[in-house]
């Protein structure tokens, strides 16, 4: 495996999570995350490929590109994906959070370690799973009726209770 740092950018787009639907995403919805010509070519990366890109903290899933304009080691992924874990708590939705260790940068600053990760980047294997962060909650029945409709759950209001 070829390590690469990962640079998890701000677009200029958007400011993080509440802007969501703002940035760089192919048609399935995935975030891109762009390497160098010769890392993508090392990896048998094309552009619109499903990556894995992982670490021992964690895993995501983005559409790669290849741009000659990234520097060589370096995979660079948009912030502010929304978390979108499988049950194994892997993302599919791109969120470089999970490959972020969650320590300060010091005992004095506790800023933020965001960009001390080293990552790998390997084409998936198999069928990338379907996005599912943007799909409504299933709201809890009231009268035995599954519903996603708003309005029909009682955790929004209970008018019993009123």
């Known amino acids: 495996m070829v390590h690469s740092r990962l640079h998890a950018a ?3 787009v958007r400011r993080g999570s ?3 639907d703002g940035g760089a ?10 390497l160098h010509p ?5 990896r048998a990366i094309e552009v619109g490929t499903i990556v894995r890109v992982h670490n021992d ?3 995501c899933l983005a559409s790669a590109d290849v741009d000659a304009g990234v520097r060589p080691g370096v995979a660079l992924l948009a ?4 978390y979108d874990p499988d049950t194994s708590g892997n993302d599919r939705n791109a969120n470089p959070n999970v490959l972020t260790p969650d320590v300060g940068t010091s005992g004095i600053g506790q800023g933020c370690a965001a960009q001390s990760r080293l990552v790998e980047v390997t084409p998936l294997e198999g069928t990338a799973p379907a996005l599912t962060v943007y799909d409504p909650p299933q709201i809890l029945p009231r009268d035995g009726v599954a519903s996603t409709a708003p309005g029909n759950s009682p955790l929004l209001f209970d008018r019993s209770r009123s």
């Open 79 to 82: 912030t502010g994906a929304f």
């Open 57 to 59: 903290r964690g895993s």
């Open 38 to 42: 010769d890392d993508a070519a090392a």
């Open 18 to 20: 509440l802007e969501e």
């Open 25 to 34: 995403k192919r048609g399935d919805g995935r975030e891109i995350l762009w």
């Open 10 to 12: 701000r677009p200029a």
